[in-house]
């Protein structure tokens, strides 16, 4: 059955359907209510996956909201939820898993396959792993929220990039086993037709400069948590809107769109640095 059924996903979740499903039911031909019901499906009998979607989804907004309004998204490495974040992100992802996928993406609308489902439970753990060592081994310049100096030095990047560079490996492993037909899994997703082809193409430019800053803020950047936590965003954000985008409740620019303005959100970070700097100038 080409036909694929997806739930409320942050990891990337797209199952097979329901034998029972008819056409009448499908969520092309749904509207308003009937479209969000889609989104609960019987892979995800007990609702796991669900609510920790819904859980993931509320935490990201609460803190970059903490972040704009209060310059900060206050994950303090004393409290408990600062050590909870990324075990909770990447639970999300890994139970992705129990729905199935197609190994081959789709050629006309920006939905999850195979390759792709995996790239975003390793880059999401890529992002976890940097702040969990960083929670257990801090860089040296952030005393003040240990109340104690425990310089790392040179020691606390290399871990970092050794992280990045496992990750980034464990990414072209599956490519190797999963690409399809050669094509890259976000330059090459698919758009509405009728796009004109200048957005496409500084869409795709913008997407290469997001991901190569990406890699280089894990590696060298000193506020480590919240640029791990919001580089994580997009990446379990895209995979939702594909399940939106499945349900016919968003188009494949519409995709294009949102996920753009993910990845931009993750520029509050130094745009809030850049303003205390100038307001400390100020002073």
């Known amino acids: 059955d080409s036909r694929l059924d997806v739930g409320l996903n942050m990891g990337g979740d797209n199952g097979a359907n329901t034998p029972s499903e008819s056409p009448a039911h499908s969520p092309s031909k749904q509207r308003g209510w009937g479209r969000l019901a889609s989104l609960f499906t019987f892979h995800d009998r007990f609702n796991m996956h669900k609510i920790l979607g819904i859980t993931c989804l509320a935490h990201y907004l609460v803190r970059f909201f903490w972040l704009a309004w209060y310059g900060t998204m206050y994950l303090d490495p004393a409290h408990w939820t600062t ?14 898993f129990i729905f199935p996928v197609p190994k081959n993406r789709f050629g006309s609308k920006p939905i999850i ?51 990045i560079v496992g990750c980034h490996y464990a990414a072209d492993w599956v490519t190797e086993h999963y ?51 919001a580089i994580a965003f997009p990446i379990q954000l895209s995979t939702f809107l594909m399940t939106l985008v499945r349900k016919s409740i968003l188009t494949g620019s519409q995709w294009h769109f949102w996920y753009s303005v993910s990845l931009g959100m993750v520029y509050l970070i130094p745009l809030v640095e850049a303003l205390r700097v100038v307001g400390g100038l100020r002073e």
């Open 83 to 96: 050590w909870a974040t990324p075990f909770l992100h990447i639970l999300l992802s890994v139970s992705s």
């Open 113 to 163: 396959w195979k390759e792709l489902q995996m790239h975003n439970v390793i880059f999401t753990a890529r992002s976890c792993a940097v702040m969990i060592f960083y929670l257990v081994c801090p860089v040296y310049d952030d005393v003040e929220l240990y109340g104690e100096a425990r310089p790392t030095g040179m020691e606390h990047f290399v871990g970092r990039f050794v992280i």
């Open 179 to 229: 690409q399809d037909r050669g094509r890259t899994t976000t330059r090459d997703m698919p758009w509405d037709q009728g796009t004109p082809e200048w957005v496409v193409r500084y869409t795709k430019r913008y997407y290469a400069i997001c991901q190569l800053l990406a890699t280089t803020a894990l590696i060298g950047q000193t506020g480590v948590l919240e640029g791990a936590f």
